[in-house]
T-cell receptor, first 116, second 112 residues
């Protein structure tokens, strides 16, 4: 049973460049979440999908950020015109997503982004 | 709305006990506990779904006081492998959906 995977694990980019991260959730999981984590902080919610539908976006997610989950399987998170403040660990998590029920989110290893 | 964790850090000798607290100003639907080691993903420990619930496995247990809007994580007879940062995630209902809001974490160091 494979867990949540993310690619790449590390990304170094120059300010102003665009970057894209990929997340592959646990296969039978319907929900997929994106979080951002900075040093000394817990994961901060960015957005989540129920199958292919993006149901909520945090106010933290500026217009430069976009996420997709086109076929309800893997997801991509794109950051356009990166800024130094975007440097962080980007975590993906997935869960079964049972309607009206609390379920467990399983995290991937994260993509560490460094913007120079 | 971010839950508050205390203490921020704790250092133990192997075999000692620790308690990590998590409290929220908002009504809680559930509390999720995770442990994260440096450079790794948060790993799920346990979830508490209702007030009064207590759970545990091995020597790590937790309780959930719904009325006080707080949860505590208990680590007994700590092992070196318990070192890491512990996060509580509190489930809140906002904007028509549920989401997890995490505290800033409690860094636990267990020394031989």
């Amino acid at each position: 049973d494979t867990g949540v995977s993310q690619d790449p694990r590390h990304k170094i980019t120059k300010r102003g460049q665009n970057v894209t991260f990929r997340c592959d959730p646990i296969s039978e999981h319907n929900r997929l979440y994106w979080y951002r984590q900075t040093l000394g902080q817990g994961p901060e919610f960015l957005t989540y999908f129920q199958n292919e539908a993006q149901l909520e976006k945090s106010r933290l997610l500026s217009d430069r950020f976009s996420a997709e989950r086109p076929k309800g399987s893997f997801s991509t998170l794109e950051i356009q015109r990166t800024e130094q403040g975007d440097s962080a660990m980007y975590l993906c998590a997935s869960s079964f997503g049972l309607a009206g029920k609390t379920d467990t989110q399983y995290f991937g290893p994260g993509t560490r982004l460094t913007v120079l | 709305q971010q839950p508050v964790q205390s203490p921020q850090a704790v250092i133990l000798r192997e075999g000692e006990d620790a308690v990590i607290n998590c409290s929220s100003s908002k009504a809680l639907y559930s509390v999720h506990w995770y442990r994260q080691k440096h450079g790794e993903a948060p790993v799920f420990l346990m979830i508490l779904l209702k007030g009064g619930e207590q759970k545990g496995h091995d020597k790590i247990s937790a309780s959930f006081n719904e009325k006080k809007q707080q949860s505590s994580l208990y680590l007994t007879a700590s092992q070196l492998s318990y070192s890491g940062t512990y996060f509580c995630g509190t489930e809140i209902y906002e904007g028509g959906s549920e989401k997890l809001v995490f505290g800033k974490g409690t860094k636990l160091t267990v020394n031989p």
